[in-house]
């Protein structure tokens, strides 16, 4: 067997469609089996162009004259299946006769792995982008539920270490008459109305650097020296109280429902955790929390009732006055006091109107 047929076989052999066309008319000189398959067998007088009929001219042309090499790719669709083919031609140099060498490749199933890798990662972003907005979600939620450093501690860690704090001061608030008003008026109205008092409570209570704890139904308890220890506790949840009463007064005076609150300040040690471990709940416990838990049941409604330990600390800012000494359970015998703004120095120190 001759050199030019061992080549000719090996062209046939070989999963590259080949072509030899004529520089001068585009006449097909010669193509192996693969070519044939793909495009269908060339009449003896095809040219490139009559088979190829998606190939640029103008770039042919370029290809003849400076023997630039023609890339493109083809798209035939010879039953129901689209095919794609990477096609490249180029010009032969020493020999007789300039001619065209075709080759074309079946690129289709690399294009259809490029589409479904596309597809995949697409689908991957956009399931990343999910995953972010639900952990953003759950995040803003357990933020709701425990304070920053708390959280920190939870996700890094799993649990939350018990924690008991010497030096904190817990406000309670809890509406006069609310059983009555909660029997007697729809649902939708008694929840609209909390959450609208809550959520101003919510401002004030962030203004003056406190942590609210939870509400218990029309209870609504907050603290400040915990989780970060703060030197002006007693003064920060007091400004707290008046502003909640502030709030309350000038909500009365343009919305149907009137409430009125009592409120109690508590001042001590606290221990604060994460409760639970499948609805997981933030709570606070200990002196300060029973303290202003059970003081609140003291003060008359739209006042504010405080251990008399507190004194020395609310003097400076706040108008104080004696209650009394008073027997309450579980704490024995308490001097009270009461706590109400100091015009002049509200007017001056006050950081937030709701």
Request: glycine fraction near 6%.
């Amino acid at each position: 067997m001759s050199i030019s047929a061992i080549n000719e076989h090996l062209l046939r052999a070989i999963g590259v469609g080949v072509a030899l066309a004529r520089a001068s008319d585009l006449r097909l000189v010669f193509h192996n089996e693969p070519f044939a398959e793909w495009f269908g067998a060339p009449d003896a007088d095809a040219t490139l162009t009559s088979v190829l009929g998606e190939l640029d001219a103008d770039a042919l042309d370029q290809v003849r004259e400076t023997g630039q090499r023609y890339s493109a790719e083809l798209e035939i669709k010879p039953r129901r299946r689209t095919l794609i083919f990477a096609v490249n031609i180029s010009l032969t140099s020493g020999t007789e006769e300039p001619l065209l060498i075709v080759e074309c490749q079946n690129i289709t199933r690399i294009r259809e792995l490029e589409t479904m890798i596309d597809s995949y990662s697409t689908m991957v972003e956009r399931n990343t982008r999910e995953l972010e907005r639900e952990k953003e979600r759950v995040e803003r939620l357990l933020l709701n539920l425990m304070p920053r450093s708390v959280y920190e501690e939870f996700k890094t860690f799993g649990v939350v270490t018990p924690q008991l704090y010497k030096n904190v001061s817990v406000v309670m608030l809890d509406f006069v008459d609310f059983t009555d008003f909660a029997a007697k008026t729809d649902p939708t109205i008694t929840l609209g109305e909390l959450n609208d008092i809550f959520t101003a409570f919510d401002r004030i209570v962030e203004q003056y650097g406190c942590e609210r704890i939870k509400t218990i139904g029309d209870a609504y308890l907050a603290v400040s020296g915990m989780p970060d220890e703060t030197p002006d506790h007693a003064t920060a949840v007091a400004h707290c109280a008046i502003r909640f009463l502030r709030y309350l007064e000038r909500r009365n005076e343009s919305h149907p429902h009137k409430w009125r609150a009592r409120i109690g300040l508590g001042s001590g040690a606290a221990v604060g955790s994460v409760v639970g471990i499948q609805k997981y709940v933030y709570d606070v416990f200990g002196p300060a929390v029973n303290m202003a838990a059970r003081l609140q049941i003291f003060a008359h409604p739209m006042k504010i009732v405080a251990p008399e330990s507190m004194k020395y600390d609310l003097i400076d800012e706040f108008q104080v006055s004696d209650i009394g000494a008073y027997d309450i359970k579980g704490m024995g015998e308490m001097e009270l006091i009461n706590v109400s703004a100091d015009l002049r120095a509200g007017q001056t120190r006050s950081r937030f109107q709701p």
